[in-house]
Structure formats: structure tokens, C-alpha cells
């Protein structure tokens, strides 16, 4: 038999990608003019919203918003032109990423760890990304297509990314002894939970409070300066790894 492999599973919008690569397609639907104008107003008032910090929950309100222009925007558009909108947020998107979990990235690689993505954006443009920064397998939304046109449904892994995590170890053979996992928000702490090297970073609210509660590390990249929130005799304090 085999010996199994260690593993480093990360999430890819707002971990390893500076934004967030859903966001940017239904933004790129909009500007094609496959999401209707008052769809876009709607959009752009839940944004600002969430810019203002006019609430605790305005990015989900936002979140909320881009999902069910994304759903009402699929059942009319050709999958073609799809893929074609999806390969130029690729090539816009696929190198910002974050210093940190780059360097992690390309750290873990050489140490001979088997690299996985998942990520609740779409499987096509996760895909690519991970590729392109050589992960050895992701997992991304799916969206059913009949005769030759999507439906609308959609199936994520955003609500179950432990189980996501046990397909790829599974059949990559890994061991979760050794293994890392990088999120940066609440549906990420499943796969943080039961990985030997659980990190948090830029993480939301809720996965803040659980790293805290778990004691986590907590790492926060700002601008050009990278912070590790370091627990040491029960006191949360700042390395700086810059």
C-alpha cells in the first residue's frame, strides 16, 4: 500500500485571491448586460450597504444579493459565453493573491505536501486558479446543465467543506497527520477543525470568535505588513512577519 501523503487544504476568495472571484463574475454578468438594471441597482445599494458598515451583516446582506442576480442570470445565458466570462476573470484575477498564503502556498509545495483547494465559487474558475499555482485538486460549485442550458441549480460545497475535505483525502490517499488548513471565514472552520495546523486568516467575525475560542493562530495581512495574533499565557498579542 501506498504511504499516505500529507495535505495543506486552503480556501481560495479572500485567502489566496485578494477578492472574491464570484463577485467578480456576477459583476462581469452585469457589465454584458446579462443582469437586469434594477437586479444591478439592487446590487450596488446591498455594496454600498456593506462599504458603509452600515450593519454588522452587510456583507452577507451583499453576498445575499450577488447570489440571486447569479441564479436569475444563469437560466439565460449561453454556456459558452459563461466559460468566455469566466476566462477573463481568470486572467484578470489569478495573481492577486495575498503574500502570505502565496509564500505558504509555495512553502508547503516544496515540503512535498499535496496541495487542495475549496472554495464555494464556481468550479471552472477555482479550477483554474488552483492550477495555476499548482494545487493537485479543488472542489468548487457545480452547476447543472439540460439541454444545453443551466438550470439554475447549483451545487456547493460552501456548507459541508469537511466533507468536501474527506472526498480529496480519500482519493488521494493523504493523512490528516501534519496537515494544514487556511480559511478566512465561518463555513471555512469544519476543515480548520480537523487538520493538525488549523490557520485563520483575515478571518470574518464568526471564524474570529472560533480561532479565538479553539486558539487558533490568527493571521491578518494588511497592505505590505503581515500580523500574527500569538496566544501566550492566556494574552492575545501582534508578531509582526514582515
Known sequence: ?????????????????????????????????????????????????????NTNEGFTAYETVLVEAYLQALTSIDPADYAAIVDDVYEEFKDQTFTYTRDLVRSLKEQGYLLFAISGSQHEIVEKVALHHGFDAAIGATMEVKDGAYTGHVDTPIFDKKAALDTLVAQYNATYKDSYAVGDSSTDAPMLQVV???IAFNPDQKLYATARAHRWPIVVERKNVVYELMLKNDTWGVENDS
Open 196 to 198: 493538525t495546523y488549523p
Open 1 to 53: 500500500m501506498a504511504s499516505q501523503k500529507k495535505f495543506a487544504v486552503f480556501d481560495i476568495d479572500g485567502t489566496l485571491i485578494r477578492w472574491q472571484l464570484f463577485h467578480a463574475i456576477v459583476h462581469a454578468l452585469g457589465k454584458r448586460g446579462h443582469i437586469l438594471r434594477r437586479t444591478h441597482d439592487r446590487i450596488h445599494t446591498a455594496r454600498m450597504e456593506w462599504k458603509n458598515r
